[in-house]
């Protein structure tokens, strides 16, 4: 690996961190499903999506903020100003935020679906305070080329805590158990981000940057909020109008599906921080138009074997009472795919100096979602909402296409792109028919191989003798 290119030696770091931790998570699923009845790990489910609600909410959006203001500052004693100040203002509003939250808990638990305590959302409480102690040294660390350090704090909180969970519900501690592992492992990490962090760039508060930060957030704010409904009350919808067994099999399902976003993230953890420094280089346009295909390609092939893969793993992985997950988790895994590629596209609607479009897209796309969802599972169920979440991510990456080439014309392959993605989708049309799991193996094997190969021919993935050229850009 000392011998690799620096970009492909981060990726691979990246990648490895993001698989010990997101993959521990879901290897601890079958685990957490045999200790949890369906009805308490339905309760599980409504109860962390709080955690995304949140996050957005104590987050601010200053890691994007981070990467938008130091990523683009001309000397390294002005990014490390700014990396310290927007640091400071993310543990001011965690702090208010934890106070806050622990007055306003009893009343919080009222309202949401599933009964919680109030114990279990202090929990919460208490992770979403430490959100900007941990995301935006995180993002410094990814700035400043830091792989090794960040794999070895992201995936210690994921070790920490898969083994604190197994302890915990060991001892009967049920859903609190779950909850109470998250958040010493959270502490622990943020303890030492901290550190890393005050160290490197020091600690202070800024009035000018605070308010500058804000007015570039705050949008971020407005649209994660909004896509609250497509990541979160799908989830409260089910709980009220269903039950909570069927809560704990869309949860599954989605969670199998999550695998397209945690395969993917490697790349997205080395280009998601360079897009600003790559688009105002030397011959921008055309770099940043060829990692995004290459985003896009590797979200496509990742996606098909997800989709085809995942319906094995359930049955096989999970108790009996989830076996419908694995009907759900195909279109999920498309869901997936929308979301991964708007991401990718939408680099348009950040090039100025606010983010309000972003707001104004979710919007639309979330409010579509939202109808739909409460329209459709009084009558067909978790379907009803697969299918309204489908829509509105397919809604949303139009739309984020269109204006965001409007903002920023990008000359993607687009003929290579429809072909790929049309041989992809043939491939999960054909995994939604019932097979021998011996059949199905096969047909991830063809799959994966077909593509990989056609992506290859269409030069929408690097081969060993472009390697170098893609590596190259840093």
């Not at 990523?71 to 934890?98: N, P, Y």
């Not at 950040?350 to 479009?357: A, C, D, L, N, R």
């Not at 990456?397 to 792109?417: D, E, G, K, V």
């Not at 049309?429 to 799959?447: E, H, R, S, W």
Request: with cysteine.
């Amino acid at each position: 690996m000392l011998h690799l290119p620096d970009a492909l030696k981060q990726t691979l770091l990246y990648g490895t961190s993001i698989a010990l931790m997101k993959g521990v998570s879901l290897l601890m699923l079958p685990f957490i499903a045999h200790h949890l009845s369906t009805d308490d790990f339905g309760r599980l489910e409504v109860i962390s999506t709080l955690a995304v609600i949140g996050s957005v909410l104590v987050g601010m959006g200053l890691d994007q903020t981070l990467f938008r203001f130091a990523g683009t500052s001309h000397t390294e004693a002005e990014r490390r100003q700014l990396a310290a100040e927007i640091f400071s203002l993310a543990l001011l509003i965690g702090g208010i935020a934890w106070i806050i939250g622990w007055q306003v808990a009893e009343l919080i638990a009222l309202y949401v679906p599933g009964e919680p305590t109030s114990y279990e959302l202090k929990l919460v409480i208490s992770m979403l305070a430490l959100e900007g102690c941990i995301s935006i040294p995180l993002g410094w660390l990814r700035m400043r080329n830091r792989a090794t350090h960040f794999f070895i704090l992201t995936t210690g909180r994921a070790l920490i805590q898969a083994l604190l969970v197994i302890v915990l519900l060991n001892y009967a501690r049920g859903v609190a158990g779950v909850l109470e592992a998250a958040l010493l492992a959270a502490v622990i990490q943020a303890l030492l981000l901290g550190y890393l962090h005050i160290r490197d760039t020091g600690f202070r508060l800024s009035r000018n940057t605070g308010f500058q930060a804000l007015i570039y957030s705050l949008p971020l704010v407005g649209s994660g909020l909004v896509a609250f409904t497509l990541n979160g009350l799908d989830r409260w919808i089910l709980a009220e109008h269903v039950s909570l067994n069927d809560v704990a099999q869309f949860g599954v399902a989605a969670k199998f599906s999550l695998a397209v976003v945690l395969l993917l993230q490697p790349f997205g953890m080395w280009w998601t921080p360079r897009r600003f420094q790559v688009l105002n280089g030397p011959d921008g346009h055309q770099k940043v138009t060829r990692y995004i295909s290459l985003g896009i390609t590797l979200s496509l092939i990742i996606a098909v074997l997800v989709g085809l893969l995942s319906p094995l793993l359930i049955n096989w992985l999970m108790p009996d009472a989830y076996s419908i997950s694995g009907q759900y988790v195909i279109i999920l895994v498309l869901v997936m795919l929308f979301r991964e590629i708007t991401e990718l596209i939408n680099l348009g609607c950040f090039i100025g100096k606010t983010t309000g479009i972003q707001f104004f897209i979710n919007t639309a796309g979330a409010s579509f979602g939202m109808i739909t969802m409460l329209w459709w599972a009084p009558v067909y169920g978790v379907w009803g909402v697969i299918f309204a979440l489908f829509s509105a991510q397919l809604i949303r990456l139009i739309l984020f296409f269109i204006i965001s080439q409007h903002l920023l014309s990008l000359p993607y392959p687009a003929r290579s792109l429809i072909l790929l993605t049309s041989i992809g989708l043939g491939w999960l049309i054909l995994g939604l028919q019932t097979m021998p799991p011996g059949q199905q193996i096969f047909i991830v094997i063809l799959a994966t191989m077909s593509l990989l190969i056609t992506a290859c021919w269409l030069k929408l993935l690097p081969t060993p003798g472009t390697m170098k050229h893609y590596c190259a850009d840093r």
